[in-house]
């Protein structure tokens, strides 16, 4: 249940004369329940540390905090502090926040090699790069993500091989993380309400001995695959000829894929297998 004791997220704002800014991306989610039920999703309880971004006047912010959990939150926007300030207070302290660029932040730093989990309403900017970072940190700490993505990033991050929104991103997260897409969220949802739907996805980290330990690679070759989605692997991978030193076929057919085949079509396990070969080749 919403808490009784703090003012409504609407009235918040209105007594900090305070609206969106599009230049941040900002939709708010004024529905505490809407909120509540993501925390639940995500599983948050007292014993967890949590790192949330943009947190905006505390939609999602209030939840995780009732939860008894500590909360750290990264904010571009500065209008807010006073908002976090009132959260810090009310919730004995337990909300510490930096006013920073989270693209810029190394959270296994700020965590101070604690595990935590990220909880967070991404603005649309940017929430695929955050992504990245997190999948592709040195050694990430982070035990479970939670997040909020317009619903074709959502449907991109845990899509298999022939789905149509399945590529790059699918096989990067595909290589680190377990991904599902726990709930979808209405555009009406928001204040001012997006120009799409808007969906939760949550993310668990596999074991170490099974993430692949070359993102850089994959990452490279996933992009010249789909970046020519259409044609065949013998076509869209032909610029790697020159450093391979042979046919693109040849190679392929040497390591056992199909060159006829479209990038669509494969899994990440052989997303993986041809990044180990191109890696031990060059």
Not at 23 to 41: A, M, S, W
Not at 118 to 136: M, S
Not at 187 to 208: N, W
Request: neutral net charge; glycine residues 6%; hydrophobic residues 45%.
């Amino acid at each position: 249940m919403p808490d009784l004791d703090l003012p409504s997220i609407a009235k918040v704002l209105q007594s900090h004369g305070l609206r969106t800014q599009k230049k941040f991306g900002q939709h708010f989610l004024f529905d505490l329940n809407l909120t509540e039920k993501i925390v639940r999703l995500a599983g948050i309880s007292a014993d967890d540390f949590v790192f949330e971004i943009g947190p905006g006047p505390g939609g999602l912010t209030r939840p995780l905090l009732a939860t008894g959990a500590k909360v750290f939150a990264i904010e571009t926007d500065s209008r807010f502090e006073p908002i976090l300030q009132q959260l810090h207070d009310h919730f004995e302290n337990r909300l510490s926040w930096v006013l920073d660029d989270a693209l810029k932040i190394n959270l296994d730093l700020l965590a101070d090699g604690k595990p935590y989990q990220i909880v967070a309403n991404l603005p649309y900017n940017v929430g695929t790069a955050l992504l990245i970072n997190w999948l592709t940190a040195a050694q990430p700490n982070w035990t479970a993500l939670t997040l909020m993505f317009q619903l074709e990033v959502a449907q991109r991050i845990v899509a298999r091989p022939t789905d149509a929104h399945y590529g790059r991103l699918s096989i990067l997260t595909a290589a680190m993380a377990e991904a599902n897409l726990i709930m979808k969220v209405p555009a009406s949802a928001f204040t001012p309400p997006p120009k799409v739907e808007s969906a939760v996805v949550h993310l668990t980290p596999l074991p170490k001995t099974k993430r692949f330990d070359d993102l850089d690679t994959l990452a490279r070759l996933t992009g010249l695959a789909f970046g020519q989605k259409r044609k065949m692997l013998r076509a869209s991978l032909k610029p790697l000829n020159e450093e391979l030193g042979e046919d693109i076929s040849i190679w392929l057919q040497n390591i056992g894929i199909d060159p006829k085949a479209r990038p669509e079509t494969l899994s990440p396990n052989e997303f993986m297998k041809m990044a180990n070969q191109l890696r031990a080749k060059l």
